[in-house]
């Protein structure tokens, strides 16, 4: 009987599920210290699903779930806490991506999708709870800002007034932009999570369980051809759309212009591989091109013009293979 009723304990209480509670709680407890990693929680959770299986892997989960949610509970962090679980389903999203053999894309748009709507679930379940519409708050928080930004200029009694009425412009611009471009950016910031997670989640398994992912090196994944077409759409909707038509315009182009850049950097990191660059050489390349943002474009249209160049040599690959059979 005493063994019976200890079960629960140990379950509770074995190595896995505390590392993983550790996990939870850290960038809720620590945010100065720990705060980035809460949005790499799909890392681990996907790496004790593939290596453990989604039953045991489960279980550990769940519990670990709980001993977080429970230490939020009692030392105040449980809205923070909340939100880390967030990333649970994302988790299970692209462990099912991968165990079906999918390819990274759709294993990346399905990851995006169940992410989205975890977080407008948790976000506005939040802002029922407190009485208040997150968006509208989010929109409100920007423009306080912008126009904070505004009263410090004008307060400076030293600027040359052509200064203060071009700051005063340039924060008419952003307070009019912003509507437009915030479901676009909050978007990308959804696709960007669930890229951070699924490269950080390939890197780690790839390292220490080799041959467990069927997913291919990051320098290899490949965007399908056809979402060309929604970079064309986008571009046409900028061009010629207003109102509803150029804000959903804009939003498609920030969308694919950061897929494409994901898809340069893998071109990139393919070359890089290929033409046996030294590593001190690839580090001073990375630094250019995140202080250049030019270098940043420049991987966006490597990654588009890949559709066409085929940088990776990708069919010349299959009709080997094709030849060969």
Known sequence: MAGQNSAPWRELLNGPTLLLATVFILPAALPSLFGWAGGLTAIPVFFILTVTGTGQGGKYIQNSALVAVGTGFLFNLLPSILFGLTLVPLAYSLSYSAARGDQEWLAGARGSLVLGATWLLFWFGYGA?????????????????????YDYYLSDTELPVETVVQVE?????????????LPGILICTVITTVWLNMVGSAALINRLKPGQLSWKPYSEWRLPDQLVWVAVGAGILLVIGRGAAGTIGTGL??????????????????????????PYLRILLYLFLVLQSYGLLLLTIVGLADIWFDFRNHNTDKSDEHGGS
């Open 129 to 149: 709870v407190h009485d208040f519409n997150p968006y509208q708050q989010l929109l409100t928080f920007l423009d306080t800002g912008f126009a904070q930004t």
């Open 253 to 278: 182009a920030l969308i694919c212009s950061l897929v494409y850049f994901f898809q340069g950097l893998a071109v990139m990191l393919h070359l890089l591989a290929k033409w046996g660059v030294p």
């Open 169 to 181: 412009q340039a924060v008419r611009r952003l307070q009019s932009l912003v509507p437009k471009i």
